[in-house]
């Protein structure tokens, strides 16, 4: 049994805290992986976490990199068939579509919409594993670790807000009108990663939790235009708090 967590950008330093037993490039995983991403590297470090059994994605693959979405969850896979892992926590930046948000919020991720990147199951079929080829994603994130990271949240101070994330390909962030669209899906941030991941780690039984950090405002919600350096800024300045959180939720799973 072991703890995966993918770190989204800001977070990179967690790794650090992992006592390394073994690790293991995304290209060791499948020679057509590696992460291009500044600020990113590509590895899986498998170790010790808060006396647990952690394999941590230090980089994510994103599909905006050219990566099928069926080739960007191959270190899930590995994880838990290489690895034992049974829980996954992913991480990620967003931007904030739901108006009472605002910059530097952390959302506990309840629910999601991947409509717009193609399924990471197209051409594959998990009945051998799973028992069935179709998956019932009605719970995609696990409710008993989504209270449990709540009461942690309650006693470490954070306002952890709750919301519906919505993938896009990316890489280009979204227009105003796009926003909209997505506030009337029912959206509440919106980020080009973790859906995906989401998916295909509950349609192999793992555990899911999700954790965005609102980087921004989403598009046109105010003024400014938006950039990778205030995804960065802000990702760094509740970073803290961030991996606080998530070394807590560790430690009590
Ligand atoms: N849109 C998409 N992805 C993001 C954003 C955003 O506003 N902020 C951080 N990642």
């Known amino acids: 049994m072991a703890i995966g967590i993918i770190l989204g950008s800001g977070l990179g330093e967690f790794a650090e805290k992992v006592e390394a037993e073994k690790i293991i490039n995304y290209s060791e995983i499948d020679s057509g992986l590696r992460s291009t991403v500044e600020g990113h590297q590509g590895r899986l470090i498998y170790g010790s976490l808060e006396n647990k ?23 899930i896979e590995y994880m838990k068939d290489e690895l034992g892992v049974d829980t996954l926590i992913i991480t990620n930046a967003s931007g904030g579509i739901n108006e009472s948000f605002k910059a530097g919020d952390l959302m506990l991720i309840n629910d999601q919409i991947t409509s717009f990147v193609p399924s990471p199951l197209i051409g594959v079929d998990l009945t051998d594993k799973t028992g069935s080829r179709f998956h019932d994603m009605t719970y995609v994130y696990d409710r008993d670790i989504m209270s449990l990271a709540h009461r942690i949240a309650d006693d470490l101070k954070i306002d952890l807000k709750d919301g519906v994330y919505l993938q896009t390909t990316g890489p280009q962030y979204e227009t105003p009108a796009e926003i909209r669209m997505f506030r009337t899906l029912g959206a509440d941030a919106v980020g080009m990663s973790t859906a995906v991941e989401a998916l295909h780690a509950h349609a192999l039984g793992i555990r899911v939790c999700g954790i965005s950090c609102i980087t921004n405002m989403a598009a046109g919600i105010n003024s400014s235009k938006l950039s990778h350096k205030e995804v960065q800024e802000t990702a760094d300045r509740v970073g803290e708090n961030f991996r606080n959180l998530v070394s807590h939720i560790v430690s009590l799973l």
Request: aromatic share 14%.
């Open 53 to 75: 059994q952690v394999a941590v994605m230090q980089g994510r693959l994103h599909y905006y990199e050219g990566y099928s979405t069926r080739q960007l969850v191959k270190p």
